[in-house]
């Protein structure tokens, strides 16, 4: 829920991009950056389209830094590449499982 926190670790995984092969990349974008764009995401339900525009953005990112892409390249192909829900998608999926719990 913190997008500053998130682009700030995708930082520190762009200086050693080029050391680790990609599924170690994924692994590390994965665990350190999807952990902080879902924590407390439940939260969000039902808030505007442009309130949650920053984590979609940072999750964009993520993306782009998997691929090697360009700043301004498209991520959506790359994320349903990857398998990762967008961030509203995200909300409505956690919502469901507590419910569903």
């Known amino acids: 829920m913190f997008p500053g926190l998130c682009f700030a670790v995708l930082r520190q995984i762009r200086s050693i991009r ?4 990609r599924q170690a990349l994924v692994s590390l974008v994965m665990s350190l950056v999807l952990s902080r764009v879902d924590y407390g995401n439940a939260t969000l339900a039902g808030v505007p389209a442009y309130a949650i525009s920053r984590l979609q953005s940072a999750l964009n990112a993520a993306a782009r830094l998997v691929f ?5 390249d498209s991520a959506t ?4 590449e990857l398998h990762w829900l ?5 909300i ?4 469901a499982v507590l ?3």
Do not use: G, M, T, W
């Open 18 to 21: 080029h050391c680790v092969p």
């Open 68 to 72: 090697s892409l360009q700043k301004y």
């Open 77 to 80: 192909l790359f994320l349903q």
């Open 86 to 90: 967008k961030v509203e998608q995200r």
């Open 92 to 95: 409505e999926y956690k919502l």
């Open 99 to 101: 419910v569903y719990c």
